[in-house]
């Protein structure tokens, strides 16, 4: 009895430890939603919520700029170019908006910072991944990836440096996606892999405001033996193959000469026109050699003689 209450009192600890970590599990993802939908809603935030003495500033710094007129006027006007985006810092809050650009802005001198984020496509090589395939093979895989800042906020609120994680990552799901796959299946199923990249990478970096546009395989180099064991494999294959296709070819042409001297014995007359024409090829090459055949049955009479 003893035994069983503390196998029962085990299962139910088991499924309380449980409860709790799927309440954990919950929470944490709650977490990480609010912060993603925190840093998306600065948008419209904004500086509201600056406080008092943000807002002292604030005036403070508008007051100096026109008292400066109009050398401070040079300060406030920034331009960004129709491919980058600025992104507005007052006293180290996003600025209400967003994004700025592009085209004209204005910045207070004392209080507001920006930074520039480039929008267009960019492209980067994945230096070679030495992997281990699942049949244990050991290839050399590089690749190319086509990305963009979708979200220029979030590029930059969410993530030190969206380039390098990028590389990174990219660099990390190569290996991953390829440890999967046989080598038979690196080798012809390269459009499979690069789709399959391109989704992985695109989900990981949506909290970064990173579009994977595109992602590719440049080359897959075997190990020097492999080569070799390959090109042998196929050499074989072909030979085999030749040796196949000139069998059959040698059987059809037994099979026509046999069928050529069936007809040749029904008339006898036709063995000397077959003589004629070899005759007349061999005068066509301006031989001096001419060779004359000798029926047998001649040599025979002779030997009874």
């Known amino acids: 009895m003893e035994d069983g209450r503390e196998t029962a009192a085990m299962r139910e600890q088991k499924r309380k430890d449980r409860q ?33 003495c943000g807002w002292i500033l604030v005036l403070f710094s508008i007051l100096l700029t026109l008292l400066t007129l109009p050398l401070s006027i040079w300060m406030c006007i ?5 491919y980058e ?5 007052r006293l180290g809050r996003i600025l209400r908006g967003g994004a700025k650009g592009p085209g004209l802005f204005f910045i207070l001198p004392c209080t507001d910072s920006f930074i520039n984020v480039d929008m267009r496509t ?5 230096p ?35 380039d390098a ?39 990981a970096t949506d909290d970064w405001g990173i579009k994977v546009e595109r992602v590719e395989i440049k080359d897959v180099k075997l190990p020097l033996q492999l080569q070799r064991a390959m090109a042998a494999e196929a050499e074989a ?19 026509a000469l046999k069928e050529a001297s069936l007809v040749i014995a029904e008339s006898p007359s036709a063995l000397q026109l077959r003589y004629l024409q070899t005759l007349n090829t061999i005068a066509a090459e301006k031989n001096s050699t001419i060779i004359f055949p000798l029926p047998i049955d001649m040599m025979q009479s002779f030997m009874k003689h």
């Open 20 to 52: 709790i970590g799927s309440e954990l599990i919950s929470q944490n993802n709650k977490d990480r939603w609010c912060y993603t939908n925190d840093d998306t809603q600065a948008l419209e935030t904004g500086d509201s919520d600056i406080g008092v």
């Open 78 to 82: 920034k331009i960004v170019k129709e």
């Open 85 to 89: 985006r600025a992104i507005i810092f």
């Open 122 to 126: 960019i492209t980067f090589d994945i």
């Open 128 to 162: 070679p991944q030495e992997v281990l395939t699942k049949d244990s093979v050991t290839v050399s895989v590089d690749g190319v990836v086509y990305y963009r800042v979708q979200n220029a906020t979030l590029a930059v609120a969410n993530i030190t440096n969206a």
């Open 165 to 203: 994680a990028t590389r990174l990552l990219a660099q990390t799901t190569l290996r991953n996606v390829l440890g999967t796959k046989n080598l038979a299946e690196i080798l012809s199923d390269r459009e499979e892999i690069a789709h399959s990249m391109q989704s992985t990478l695109d989900d």
């Open 237 to 255: 294959t072909r030979e085999a193959r030749a040796k196949v296709i000139a069998a059959e070819g040698e059987m059809n042409a037994s099979r």
